[in-house]
Structures are given as C-alpha cells and as structure tokens.
T-cell receptor
Framework: AQSVTQLGSHVSVSEGALVLLRCNYSSSVPPYLFWYVQYPNQGLQLLLKYTSAATLVKGINGFEAEFKKSETSFHLTKPSAHMSDAAEYFCAVSDSGGYQKVTFGIGTKLQVIP | EPEVTQTPSHQVTQMGQEVILRCVPISNHLYFYWYRQILGQKVEFLVSFYNNEISEKSEIFDDQFSVERPDGSNFTLKIRSTKLEDSAMYFC???????????FGPGTRLTVT
C-alpha cells in the first residue's frame, strides 16, 4: 500500500522567504509523485510531478521538488514566497507504469505573512 | 486549454435521496476517476474507470455508489440513498495515455441534510 506523510499541517513564512513543505512517501514499487495546490473554493491544480526521469523537478509558479529515494522524500520548495502562494498543498503518490489511483497526503496550509 | 468540468458546483439534498454528479472529462482522455474530500480531511480515491468498466474501487465505493459513462462525453457518479456522511467535495479527474497525470475538475460540493 502506498502512503504519503506531510509534516506540518500549517506552515507560515514571510513574504520573500524560502518555502519548504515536507513530504515523505511509502511505496512498495517505484512511485510517481505529485504536488497539487488547492486555492480556497477551487479544485486541485498540478504543480509538478516526478515520473522516474530527472530527480529535480521544476513546476509552475517557481516551485520545485527533489526526489530522494534514500530518504523516501519529495519535499517542495520555492526560493521566495509570494502572497499569492497562500493555499493548501497536497503531496500525492501513485504506482508507476499505469494510470493508477492517486493517494493524497493530509495537506499543508501555507500562510504567507506580509 | 482543455479542462475537466463538473456540474453542479453545489448540490443540497435530503438524506435518503438519490443524487447524480456530472463530469465532462477532457475530450481525448481515456481514464476517469472520482475522488472525494470531506471537509478538513484529505482527498480520498473512490473509483477509476477505463474502457467502460470500473478498473479499481475503494472501500468507500459501496453498493450505494455507481458510475456511468452514458455517452461519449459525460461521466457520472450516482449515490442511490445519500447519508449525512456523504457530505463532501467530490472531484472528477481524467487522464490520457500520453502523460502520467490526472486533471481534476473544480469539484461539486454535496451537502446532505
């Protein structure tokens, strides 16, 4: 069974500061990993995905994540937070090699302080 | 840019009533999914659908739930007899055979009273 653990249900950063949202995964097979963002009252938007190519993945809005197999981690980072980054972020995992279900983490709400 | 659409955006129903949530996936996609998110909780997988049949379903997807692709464009989720605990945001998603990602719709908020 696959799972993801997101450390910190709420994270606050100052505008311009580094954003680091942590995600660790558990999977018995090589995983595909995703980060989704959900703005208030909106659906889920894909930020970036890892599908066994480059371990450093760049996504939209200046976000990136690094797949570290030895640490079973897929942390999301952004060098400089913007007010518009305030949202809920979900790490997710699926089996590779097919169109499997996606298993989501509990989510991390990011607050950006001016 | 193509997107997944869902209707209605908000549905209020009484306990015991049947509801049908509708989704229009992206037109060339072949894989379809329903997920739900109970308020304050994580997004949970309900069911996946491919080639006109269910390919996987979760424990949540019991006999009260069904899915259908009645024509070439719509994908529906039916709940036969709603319970209070069915109140949630329901997301439809679709995927192609080109990229390993699922595109999510904006969701339907179901409130069972």
């Amino acid at each position: 069974a696959q799972s993801v653990t997101q450390l910190g249900s709420h994270v606050s950063v100052s505008e311009g500061a580094l954003v680091l949202l942590r995600c660790n995964y558990s999977s018995s097979v090589p995983p595909y990993l995703f980060w989704y963002v959900q703005y208030p009252n909106q659906g889920l938007q894909l930020l970036l995905k890892y599908t066994s190519a480059a371990t450093l993945v760049k996504g939209i809005n200046g976000f990136e994540a690094e797949f570290k197999k030895s640490e079973t981690s897929f942390h999301l980072t952004k060098p400089s937070a913007h007010m518009s980054d305030a949202a809920e972020y979900f790490c997710a995992v699926s089996d590779s090699g097919g169109y499997q279900k996606v298993t989501f983490g509990i989510g991390t709400k990011l607050q950006v302080i001016p | 840019e193509p997107e997944v659409t869902q209707t209605p955006s908000h549905q209020v129903t009484q306990m015991g009533q049947e509801v049908i949530l509708r989704c229009v996936p992206i037109s060339n996609h072949l894989y379809f999914y329903w997920y739900r998110q109970i308020l304050g909780q994580k997004v949970e997988f309900l069911v996946s659908f491919y080639n006109n049949e269910i390919s996987e379903k979760s424990e949540i997807f019991d006999d009260q739930f069904s899915v259908e692709r009645p024509d070439g464009s719509n994908f529906t989720l039916k709940i036969r007899s709603t319970k209070l605990e069915d109140s949630a945001m329901y997301f439809c998603a679709s995927g192609s055979d080109v990229s390993y990602e699922q595109y999510f719709g904006p969701g339907t908020r179901l409130t069972v009273t």
